[in-house]
């Protein structure tokens, strides 16, 4: 039984709901969607974004509609054009099967006499951004004196944008005895300000704790001088071939500056801030949800709204200056129970606020160290060879290949390898050799060579075999009967994954290991060449373990730059998909496998 059907929807939803392969609902849908379904009432729900609270609020609202009265009976009220068209999107799906009932998105930068035609017709729910909504009020092109519900969706951005004013004269106009449904992921004062004067007794639904950051999401934050900010950007993109982020940038001009500046040195980028056109802020969104754009630079205005799923890490190139601010920005990855990465990058002077932060989300950050020029040389070879090994091959080649077996021919099949994987490798290794590792511990700049105590390995199991990091390095210590913390630094990528432990362990990993399969496959780990340079500590004194998840894919020419294309596309090398390492079906992946030992 889909456990849909436990909460009290009717047939026509859960036939919808099959179609679109929801089998268990969220936290906040398991909480909502009864209490509504059973009495008109008013509530106030606090969840993070990305946990479903579209659904929560729309089948309970499409189930209590009289789909055979023309009359708008419902206002859903947005922030962003993007959130509008979304959720109207999502409303239509979700009520497919409901004849006659219709959904109407009403927002600025599109003609409002189409849109109130459209109302005209005959619009049961209306989703709209307040400035609009207002707007046709005051025109008299819309009348919403008889709704039996109000949705405030995003309530705390709303008030954050500045629509204030906007939403206390909407409300004004609507009915005094509509229902009133809140949601929110923080519960600012203007928040609390409107439950106070237009909603009656409201009940409460708080998913996780007031103002929490999401479990989905772990935090991190790397230390640099202030004048390598763009360089520590550019290692972490490096760092984590299959990156698909949002970087998050506090003005416009930065915005404009640092996407400019990764599109030359060849990323897949592009800038989403106020003075672009909305003509320019819709191409951009498309090729942002298409792939194309795998690092989205942006501002936080201009970023209110952003729901694409698959958002592998969150990036804040600058701090913003409050702590719901950040809780936003994080919240745009790590969605729909997939797990995500909130990266702060920050100089001595900013450290204070992580500590802030971890007060108010009441989750721990990881201090890491900008990975060295071999780490991220390592990731990317054995990125390229896995990419190698993975790409379909075009038949239209086959009339070229007697030509080219006569060019390779003197070439052994070793050579063959190396010669193809030093087209790509070569640009790296010598760019990192020539640029110095990033650190702020006394003693200033590393060498290239790295040192420490630890040990790093390479294993060859990563994200496809269903890993994320959390999972793999459950899966390495129970294997090897080790505590939590003698596992560390656990890096997954999709065909292969990093780890260290200390040098004490190093045969018990070589024999346990090599002697293994999983699922049919033998494993096959080896010591890493880079050897990890030991365990690293943060502003607490704590030590890190824990890992990464995610990753950054650059164009042919990264990392040096000089891109064939100034657009920050490049088609040639368009991520597979936005995943992060977790299941297909957003689940963790399994932590209780059993590898069986080589006889």
Known sequence: MNKFEQLGLNESLLRAINDLGFESPSEVQEKAIPLLLEKDTDIVALAQTGTGKTAAFGFPLIQKIDAENKNTQALILSPTRELCLQITNEIKLYS???????????YGGASITEQAKEIRRGAQIIVATPGRMQDMINRGLVNISKID???????????????YDDIVAILSTS?????????????????????????????????????SGSSTVSHEFYLVNARDRYEA?????????????????????????VAEKLIEN??????????????????????FRNRQIQMLVATDVAARGIDVDNVTHVINYQLPDDIETYNHRSGRTG???????????????????????????????????????????????????????????????????PAIYEVMKDLSKEELIKKMVSVEFNRFI???KKNKDLSTQKGGDRDFTPTGGAVRYFINIGSRDDFDWMSLKDFLRDTLGLGRDDIFKVDVKEGFSFFNTEAEHAETVLDTFNSMHLEGRKINVEISKNDGGGRRRDHNGRNSGGGNSGGGNFRRNSPRGGGDSRDGRDSRNSRRDGSSPRRKDGKSAPRDRKPRRSN
């Not at 497919?96 to 009403?106: D, R, S």
């Not at 519900?149 to 629509?163: I, P, Q, R, S």
């Not at 950007?233 to 990156?243: E, H, S, V, Y």
């Open 96 to 106: 497919k099967y409901i004849k006659g009932l219709n959904t109407v998105a009403v």
């Open 335 to 401: 969605r729909a129970g997939k797990l995500g990465t909130s990266i702060v990058i920050i100089t001595k002077s900013e450290l204070r606020k992580i500590s802030a932060i971890e007060r108010t989300i009441k989750q721990k950050f990881e201090e890491k160290s900008i990975p060295s020029g071999i780490e991220i040389c390592e990731i990317q070879l054995f990125h390229l060879a896995n990419r190698i090994k993975d790409v379909e091959i075009d038949h239209e080649i086959d009339p070229y290949l």
């Open 266 to 287: 060849g990323y897949n980028a592009a800038a989403l801030h106020g003075d672009l056109s909305q003509a320019q802020r819709d191409a951009v969104m498309k090729s």
């Open 430 to 432: 010598n760019y990192y």
């Open 149 to 163: 519900y109000c949705v405030l969706d995003e309530a705390d951005e709303m008030l954050n944008m500045g629509f």
């Open 175 to 211: 009915p005094t005895d509509k229902s009133t449904w809140l949601f929110s992921a923080t519960m600012p004062q203007e928040v609390a300000r409107i439950a106070r004067e237009f909603m009656r007794k409201p009940l409460e639904i708080t998913v996780g704790h007031k103002n």
């Open 233 to 257: 950007l550019k290692r972490l993109a490096d760092a984590n071939p299959d990156i698909f982020s949002v970087v998050f940038c506090r003005t416009k001009r930065d915005t404009q500056a």
